[in-house]
């Protein structure tokens, strides 16, 4: 066959590849997905938003805006027994955080599954126990060593994503674990906590891999544990290694 036409051939099935990684990520069904138990099944859309009241958002941005970085402690002391939006219906257990409140690393998920919600622990599920493993075979570093909290502190109903008024109720507590534990980088795992943390939709196939900032911390975009588990191929788990490899080197960087 002509070099040219296999050139043309291999550029368009590493593209059509990129798409449809893409699709899936953003929950559309293509033929990958076929006889595959999705690890965090995609439900209805979450309802239309409703705007968070001035003096919710307004008590948490306070201790903030004193320019004094906060406990994790008091940042939880804050949200006590939280019913800022209505995820706090049918949660079972508030999933604040887990990990070394000094973390040089801090990672970012969606929100809880069933078994955070059981547990009040972040990702201990399947897609957890994958990102144990990311971090502790992949980095080399325990787990213990991290920081890992989510967008929301409360499971979704069927895990949809967050909707915009219960990301804008718990945001603030979000900033402001990431105020006191005070990383070097953050990981966004997933579409989700890495479009409200760059403040717009994103691709996540066209922004992982590449440095972010937030607020003055480098961010880098990977893909959620959940989707690699979907898509358990070579070249996703390369693409995650390299993610994580940067975000590890750039922690690690001589100030
Ligand atoms: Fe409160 Fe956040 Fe839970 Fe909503 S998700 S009830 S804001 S802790």
């Not at 706090?88 to 929100?111: C, H, K, Q, Y």
């Not at 325990?142 to 920081?147: C, F, G, L, N, T």
């Given at each position: 066959m002509d070099r040219a036409l296999i050139e043309e051939l291999r550029a368009a099935l590493g593209a059509s590849r990129a798409w449809l990684a893409e699709w899936i990520e953003e929950g559309v069904e293509g033929p990958a997905t076929l006889g595959a138990a999705p690890a965090r099944a995609k439900a209805a859309a979450p309802p239309a938003a409703r705007p968070v009241s001035a003096q919710a958002q307004g008590d948490l941005l306070a201790p903030a805006r004193s320019g004094q970085r906060p406990t994790l402690e008091e940042v939880r002391a804050r949200l006590g027994?939280?019913?800022?939006?209505?995820?706090?219906?049918?949660?079972?257990?508030?999933?604040?955080?887990?990990?070394?409140?000094?973390?040089?690393?801090?990672?970012?998920?969606?929100?809880?599954?069933?078994?955070?919600?059981?547990?009040?622990?972040?990702?201990?599920?399947?897609?957890?126990?994958?990102?144990?493993?990311?971090?502790?075979?992949?980095?080399?570093?325990?787990?213990?060593?991290?920081?890992?909290?989510?967008i929301v502190k409360c499971r979704p109903p069927q895990n949809r994503e967050p909707a915009p008024n219960e990301i804008a109720a718990c945001r603030p507590f979000l900033d402001e674990q990431?105020?006191?534990?005070?990383?070097?980088?953050?990981?966004?795992?997933?579409?989700?906590?890495?479009?409200?943390?760059?403040?717009?939709?994103?691709?996540?196939?066209?922004v992982r891999g590449v440095w972010h900032d937030y607020r003055g911390t480098p961010l880098m975009p990977t893909f959620h544990p959940a989707f690699i588990l979907r898509q358990y191929t070579e070249e996703n788990r390369r693409l995650v290694w390299q993610d994580l490899k940067a975000a590890l080197e750039r922690a690690q960087a001589p100030a």
């Open positions: 027994d939280c019913t800022r939006c209505p995820l706090s219906a049918g949660r079972n257990t508030i999933v604040f955080g887990d990990g070394n409140p000094d973390a040089d690393i801090l990672f970012v998920g969606e929100g809880p599954g069933a078994e955070e919600d059981k547990r009040g622990l972040p990702f201990v599920g399947r897609a957890g126990e994958l990102l144990t493993r990311m971090i502790e075979r992949g980095m080399g570093i325990p787990r213990s060593q991290v920081y890992i909290c989510n990431i105020d006191a534990v005070a990383p070097k980088v953050i990981v966004t795992l997933g579409r989700p906590a890495t479009g409200v943390l760059l403040g717009r939709d994103v691709s996540i196939t066209r």
